[in-house]
């Protein structure tokens, strides 16, 4: 499966923005789905994730209650709609999936997901 992340931008504090992870190839469905972002300097860090399903989401801890992941199996499309952003939610946000059958306890581990999107940059000005 291949994925194209979109949906970054220039926003101010406070503001929202809406990424999209378009995916081809392959029946998004057969996937569970993760975001994952990357400050400059930084490490690759867990924002949120969400079973085939779609039934249950997971989130880091900094971004709970700001951000709703969701997915469009008939789109083959995974959204992750940012609200409250916050000059340290500045990154650039990836995509990915997992093809691993217990997904849901392995969420925040990079070594799950197969498949990488190229990544969408948010930045989040004061």
């Known amino acids: 499966v291949q994925l194209q992340a979109s949906g970054g931008g220039s926003v101010q504090v406070g503001g929202s923005l809406r990424l999209s992870c378009a995916a081809s190839g392959r029946s998004v469905s057969r996937y569970g789905l993760g975001w994952f972002r990357q400050a400059p300097g930084k490490e690759r860090e867990f924002v949120a994730a969400?079973?085939?399903?779609?039934?249950?989401?997971q989130y880091a801890d900094s971004v709970k209650g700001r951000f709703t992941m969701s997915r469009d199996n008939a789109k083959n499309t995974v959204y992750l709609e940012m609200n409250s952003l916050k000059p340290e939610d500045t990154a650039v946000y990836y995509c990915?999936?997992?093809?691993?059958?217990?997904?849901?306890?392995?969420?925040?581990?990079?070594?799950?997901?197969?498949?990488w999107g190229q990544g969408t940059l948010v930045t989040v000005s004061s």
């Open positions: 969400i079973t085939r399903s779609g039934s249950r989401t």
């Open positions: 990915a999936a997992s093809e691993i059958p217990d997904f849901i306890m392995l969420t925040q581990t990079l070594g799950a997901y197969k498949y």
